[in-house]
Every structure is written in structure tokens, then in C-alpha cells.
């Protein structure tokens, strides 16, 4: 990750990540946007993870099924990693400011 800035929800079109210089004091409205974006990201991540328990705990679950649901999981956790590293080094960079 690069010091300082943090790392978006989001990649660009050639699926690498993006990064914004935050104003730490005054947000502003892409850094809300991410927040925002995080927040949908984790609730649908718990909407994959219930499915998932779902489709597995099902004897009956086919193949599709397996694979539809384990494709979406690994989606969410994606999403849920770059939302772990973003917000982790954002601690750090706040320990370091403050340390």
C-alpha cells in the first residue's frame, strides 16, 4: 500500500487499485462515496455469506448451485480484503500522525 493514501473500494478498468490522498480533518465526497461503498460491499458479503451456508448445508445443492455461490464468495472476499487493508492502513497512518 502507498503511505498516506488510502486504498479505494474500487479498482480501475485494467483491475488495478485506486488510491485517494484523503484530507483526514475534512473528508471529502469521494472519500464518502468510499465509505459508503464499503458499506454496501460488507452487507452484501453477509447476504454472500448466508447464501453460501445456505446452498452448503443443502444435500440436495447441485453443482451450479456450488459453484454460483463459492464464485459470489470469493467476490465478497475480495471486497471484504481491500476494506481490511484499506481501513488497516488507515489505523496506521493514525497511530503514526499520532504517535
Known amino acids: 500500500m502507498m503511505d498516506g493514501l488510502r486504498l479505494l473500494p474500487w479498482t480501475n478498468l485494467d483491475g488495478k487499485p485506486c488510491y485517494l490522498d484523503p484530507d483526514t480533518a475534512h473528508p471529502g465526497a469521494l472519500s464518502l462515496l468510499a465509505d459508503s ?52 492502513g488507515r489505523i496506521r497512518g493514525a497511530q503514526v500522525r499520532d504517535g
Open 37 to 88: 461503498v464499503e458499506v454496501s460491499q460488507l452487507g452484501s458479503a453477509e447476504e454472500v455469506l448466508a447464501g453460501s451456508r445456505a446452498v452448503l448445508g443443502d444435500p440436495a445443492a447441485g453443482e451450479r448451485a456450488v459453484r454460483f455461490a463459492l464464485t459470489r464468495a470469493v467476490e465478497s472476499l475480495e471486497d471484504v480484503v481491500r476494506i481490511a487493508v484499506s481501513r488497516g
